[in-house]
């Protein structure tokens, strides 16, 4: 038989194991108050296939996720040193290049 949580107007918390077919308590065994039945979410795992791993956490994964997060930011912060080294090579070569083989032209003032 279940065991039914019950809380009155007044504060007052009970529990009562009625069976399924029983009606609902409607006062208080305390002070005789109007009372709701008291409900609670359940904790559900689904498993076998069609469920993603994912969706529940453990530490062990958190673990994971986090070293692979700095080994990939490591990465990809080298990648990224080493593309803005030789572009700025490039880029500098190429203007002092550019500079050499065109003529600057002189930009007229005006009065």
Known sequence: MPIYEYRCE????????????DGPVTECEVCGAPVQRV??????HFKGSGFYNTDYGTAK??????SSAESGADKHDAKQAEK???????SSSSSSSSSDSAPSKATPKAD
């Open 61 to 66: 994964r958190n673990r994971q996720t986090a």
């Open 10 to 21: 007044n504060g007052h918390h009970f529990d009562v194991m009625q069976k399924m077919t």
């Open 84 to 90: 803005k080294s030789s572009d700025s090579s490039s």
């Open 39 to 44: 409900f609670h979410p359940v904790a559900v």
